[in-house]
């Protein structure tokens, strides 16, 4: 592709799947994506039999394997293509081990591994009894962290608000001298600046048009620039949320589904208002920032289904045939991503829908790279 590569995501849920390895690592895709949780953005109260055939086949939404782990194993399965965590926290593991964790992975990939961090998410943290007080602070201290110990010779020392080194050193040499690129997830002003000032590449968590994903890019670019950094050097990425369905009325059946629906939770209110909607949660909702899959009861999710309407996902979501997805991501290209990733929600329709997205987000990428190339697919 001239002017995007797409990436591809590794699932690192139960039952795992190693097998795609063999088609990621073409030289097709920029890079393989490996997402990290403890459990999903699915409430336990939608994953039953009632709601979704899905749980005929898995027990749990929330079968999740370590993204590192999965890394290394993939590390040894591949000889091409670069591997990226999306994302890797840094309140559940302490950027030392961070820092020798990608060191690691780095040497087993022969240099092809990407740090991908974020500051974390609620639903992975909180559960789990971790301090999530002040995580953007916390975030750039690790980061600060991570960066001192692979840029020193020898024992270092460094007194915090949340970590503290005495004497530590990292003697582990970076693979061929180079330490892994760090990406950064972000989207607030703060998340940004700091995107600016640290990383290699960038996600926003959440952009909902391309001049909403313009304007992230450009304060980025600006930090960077700021910080005697080459703006450009920072790879613009995204993981674009969509439904691909043959015509509209599989569209509208496929948003209706519950899981498909409940993409919407991730969603704040605020950013439903600016659509012309009300959120179904009500006008407080955070979005992904308030979800705890357990506490979500049934009660509370047969009255979000009850006012759920779907012309409001449809509001946010590009949707379409490959075709139409494709022109829309192309205008996110156009606003300067060159990384996405398609994610075609409606394999969360139903086995049946699972069974047929791979083909469809394939077709996708390929109408993207036409377009890219100024021709028709």
Request: with cysteine.
């Amino acid at each position: 592709m001239s002017c995007v590569r797409p990436a591809a995501f590794l699932r690192t849920t139960l039952p795992l799947d190693l097998s795609t390895l063999t088609e990621f690592d073409t030289g097709r895709y920029h890079s393989v994506w490996m997402p990290d949780h403890m459990v999903s953005f699915w409430p336990d109260a939608l994953w039953t039999p009632e709601f979704t055939d899905l749980a005929t086949v898995s027990p749990s939404p929330h079968r999740h394997l370590d993204a590192l782990a999965v890394a290394a194993a993939a590390a040894v399965l591949t000889e091409r293509v670069p591997l990226a965590t999306s994302v890797v926290d840094t309140v559940r593991r302490h950027p030392a081990s961070l820092a020798q964790s990608a060191l690691t992975i780095d040497h087993l990939s022969k240099g092809r591994f990407i740090l991908g961090l974020g500051s974390g998410e609620r639903e992975n943290i909180v559960p789990y009894g971790f301090d999530y007080d002040r995580p953007v602070s916390r975030f750039e201290e690790a980061l600060q962290v991570i960066r001192l110990l692979w840029d020193s010779d020898g024992p270092v020392d460094f007194q915090g608000a949340f970590y503290r080194l005495d004497h530590a050193r990292m003697d582990t040499e970076p693979h061929d001298g180079r330490v892994p690129p760090i990406w950064i997830g972000a989207s607030g002003p703060r998340m940004l600046d700091i995107v600016g000032r640290y990383a290699d590449g960038w996600w926003p968590a959440g952009a909902w048009t391309p001049e909403q994903y313009g304007e992230m890019l450009g304060a980025v670019r600006e930090s960077a620039q700021r910080a005697g950094r080459d703006p450009m050097a920072i790879t613009p990425c995204f993981v674009q949320v969509c439904l691909i369905g043959d015509d509209d009325d599989a569209l509208a059946e496929i948003a209706r589904t519950p899981l498909v629906a409940s993409f919407l939770l991730q969603v704040s209110a605020q950013v439903l208002r600016r659509f012309g909607f009300d959120h179904p949660m009500g006008e407080d909702w955070g979005g992904f920032h308030d979800i705890d899959p357990a506490l979500l009861s049934r009660e509370r999710i047969l009255g979000f289904l009850d006012r759920f309407e779907a012309e409001a996902l449809l509001a946010i979501v590009p949707h379409g045939t490959p075709k139409d997805v494709a022109r829309i991501i192309k205008t996110y290209v156009d606003a300067g991503l060159r990384v996405p990733k398609i994610l075609d929600y409606s394999a969360m329709a139903g086995l049946d829908f699972a069974a047929a997205s791979a083909a469809r987000v394939r077709e996708t990428e390929d109408e993207l790279a036409a377009l890219c190339e100024g021709r028709t697919a």
